[in-house]
């Protein structure tokens, strides 16, 4: 059973930056994807970015690409999302999620097995 925990969400205005942290229960260098989503309310959840922690290789949907950027901490278990530039837009629950084995990685959301429970963003303006 993989267990993942998201952290750090908030409230925060428009221009400003969040930093969402995924503790996950296994070792992230033997995972061959992670990937945060998100979903607004009436909205389709929709792929954010995804690293492939043993060659750090990031992908990222056009939306968000040079405002968001996706790191990992492979010694503590951890994937970060640094939210810079956030826009009303923006505003979701953030889902970190994880695929075990198999070759993808990137920010289709099907292919993932493990999520965690989600952690509320949000952005005034």
């Known amino acids: 059973q993989v267990h993942l925990a998201e952290s750090g969400g908030g409230s925060v205005q428009a221009g400003g930056s969040l930093r969402l942290s995924c503790v996950a229960s296994?070792?992230?260098?033997?995972?061959?994807?992670m990937g945060w989503f998100r979903q607004a309310p009436g909205k389709e959840r929709e792929g954010v970015a995804a690293?492939?922690?043993?060659?750090?290789?990031?992908y990222y949907v056009d939306s968000v690409y040079g405002r968001f950027a996706i790191s990992r901490d492979s010694a503590k278990n951890t994937v970060f999302l640094q939210m810079n530039s956030l826009k009303p837009e923006d505003t979701a629950v953030y889902y970190c999620?994880?695929?075990?084995?198999?070759?993808?990685?990137?920010?289709?959301?099907?292919?993932?097995?493990?999520w965690g429970q989600g952690a509320q963003v949000t952005v005034s303006s």
């Open positions: 296994i070792y992230i260098v033997n995972v061959n994807c």
């Open positions: 690293i492939r922690p043993g060659d750090g290789a990031t």
């Open positions: 999620a994880a695929i075990s084995s198999g070759g993808y990685c990137g920010t289709l959301h099907p292919f993932f097995e493990h």
